[in-house]
């Protein structure tokens, strides 16, 4: 029943938004909790056949490399990449918010 919410879930997404690719946290199994590593092997199946369902091409990437991505340090600590998080979306929102403003002022004129 958990793995049909998370495929579901999956499908909702996909129909909505119609992406081409997923992009997903290459696994791995700690071996002191090897059923975590069972559950997480479930749920991995479902989602990447549901994106072969859907032509979606995958793209697994380490922890290691988003690290480095965000922070520009690979064994960077959960607080810096929440902080590079954090300024890469306020730079996002203070770029799309504006944009927003000089649509609504051109349209004023």
Known sequence: ??????????????????PSLLGLETAFV???A???GLSL?????VILLTAHQNKLD?????????KETLTGY??????????AVAKSL????AVALTAA????????K
């Open 1 to 18: 029943a958990r793995l049909g919410v998370v495929v579901d879930g999956l499908k909702r997404i996909i129909d909505e938004y119609r």
């Open 30 to 32: 700690r071996r002191d």
């Open 34 to 36: 090897p059923q975590a």
């Open 41 to 45: 092997g479930k749920v991995l199946g």
């Open 58 to 66: 995958i793209l697994e990437i380490s922890p290691r490399q988003a």
């Open 74 to 83: 690979g064994n960077a600590s959960k607080e810096q990449i929440g902080r």
């Open 90 to 93: 306020a730079d996002a929102a």
């Open 101 to 108: 403003s000089i649509v609504a002022t051109l349209r004023k």
